[in-house]
């Protein structure tokens, strides 16, 4: 391959990463976990914009988090947390199916997936996902929550959803659409 360097890596990337289990996989019953525990999480990965599972995601790319769950029962008033930290620990976002739905759902017992699409722009940086599933009513009890359970890179990529932000040195960890008015 040739071309920059973030170039080569994406295309070194796209070239290992179909068929190969990046950016999870099954998570054991013996993870760090809490939780009532009639819902566990089962297994998680990451996804960049084309679909391939990854551990890895270009500055500014769309991705998802793909989690997997096994319900004992079913479960009533319920929702999903996905939580984006750096590495130290730092939380950077934390989003919730509550976010775009407004409400919380119910959970079928049995195997499902929940797949949550990510649209911010993501600085470089090391990064983990924790995921939660809380029961909705006041007060919020969780069900299954997994810290770290996850890290993955992402690394310097050119990019439109950015702009032009090579001159300096990004300060943080997200980088959000804004609009400017100068008068």
């Known amino acids: 391959a040739s ?3 973030s170039e080569v ?3 070194y990337r796209r070239g290992t990463s179909a068929g190969q289990p990046f950016g999870g996989g099954a ?4 993870a760090s976990r809490f939780g009532s525990g009639e819902v ?3 297994k998680l990965l990451l996804r960049d914009s084309a679909g391939l599972p990854t551990e890895n995601v270009a500055a500014g790319e769309r991705f998802e988090v793909e989690v997997h769950l096994d319900a004992s029962a079913r479960i009533e008033d319920v929702f ?3 939580g984006i930290t750096k590495a130290t620990g730092e939380t950077v976002v934390t989003l919730t199916s509550m976010d775009a739905e407004g409400e919380v759902r119910n959970t079928e017992a049995g195997a499902s997936t929940i797949t949550v699409s990510v649209e911010g722009a993501l600085l470089p940086g090391e990064y983990r996902v924790d995921l939660g599933l809380h029961r909705g009513s006041f007060p919020v009890h969780p069900i299954d929550q997994l810290d770290g ?3 993955f890179t992402v690394y310097d ?5 950015l702009g032009v932000w090579k ?3 990004p300060r943080g960890s997200v980088r959000l659409g804004s609009s400017w008015t100068y008068q």
């Open 3 to 5: 071309g920059s360097t």
């Open 9 to 11: 890596f994406a295309e």
């Open 27 to 30: 998570i054991p019953l013996s």
């Open 40 to 42: 566990r999480f089962t």
């Open 80 to 82: 999903f947390e996905v």
């Open 149 to 151: 359970a996850l890290s």
């Open 157 to 161: 990529a050119p990019s439109k959803a």
């Open 167 to 169: 001159a300096f040195a």
